[in-house]
């Protein structure tokens, strides 16, 4: 009787021992699970800043594109008009 009460009492020791284990171990894996959540969301914000930054990076090349036509089409436009009055002369 002696000692089934012994091998009881080591086998609920060993399996509070197990217990405090598995606890420390799913504290830990939360916890990285944790880190990685903040990593995760932290790429998130910078691929959404990277996208906004791209979009507005291609319409101020788009305006530059437009303002460079726009002068070249001022400067071409009163060269045409002396060439075409000078060949009806």
Request: aromatic share 4%.
């Amino acid at each position: 009787m002696l000692k089934q009460l012994y091998e009881l009492f080591v086998s609920v020791l060993t399996m509070v021992q197990r217990l405090q284990r598995l606890e420390q171990t799913v504290e830990k894996q939360s916890g990285r699970t944790n880190e990685l959540a903040e990593l995760v969301h932290r790429l998130a914000r910078e691929q959404q800043y990277a996208a906004e930054r791209a979009v507005y990076e291609r319409k101020i090349m788009l305006q530059d594109i437009e303002i460079r036509l726009l002068k070249e089409k001022l400067q071409l436009s009163p060269h045409t008009e002396e060439k075409q009055d000078n060949e009806e002369n």
